[in-house]
Nanobody, 120 residues
Framework: QVQLVESGGGLVQAGGSLRLSCAAS????????MGWFRQAPGKEREFVGA????????RYVDPVKDRFTISRDNTKNTVYLRMNSLKPEDTAIYYC?????????????WGQGTQVTVSS
């Protein structure tokens, strides 16, 4: 069993930055790949990116590539999503997820989500 708790969401102006955190407990964190997803109003949840269990590999979907960065600190059981140059279309609830497989990322556990709102 894994518990995931996101934090760091909020309201930001377009062009601004936010860093989301996801604290994990339960299963051995440093054996899990971690992923971020988002769900905008009226849309399905979509994959944003993932990081391998050791942190050496990351991958992103094209709309966020070069703007978002995923990192992790296995000593703190925490994964981060740094979001720069935010756009109104990045507005969504952001979820972190844990899974045993990095590529393709297959989530086994989900956090409760944190709201990110980008104003124009």
């Amino acid at each position: 069993q894994v518990q995931l708790v996101e934090s760091g969401g909020g309201l930001v102006q377009a062009g601004g930055s936010l860093r989301l955190s996801c604290a994990a407990s339960g299963r051995t964190f440093n054996r899990d790949a971690m992923g971020w997803f988002r769900q905008a109003p009226g849309k399905e949840r979509e994959f944003v990116g993932a990081i391998s269990w050791g942190g050496g590999r990351t991958r992103y979907v094209d709309p966020v590539k070069d703007r978002f960065t995923i990192s992790r600190d296995n000593t703190k059981n925490t994964v981060y999503l740094r979001m720069n140059s935010l756009k109104p279309e990045d507005t969504a609830i952001y979820y972190c997820a844990a899974g045993r497989r990095y590529d393709p990322f297959e989530p086994d556990y989900w956090g409760q989500g944190t709201q990110v709102t980008v104003s124009s």
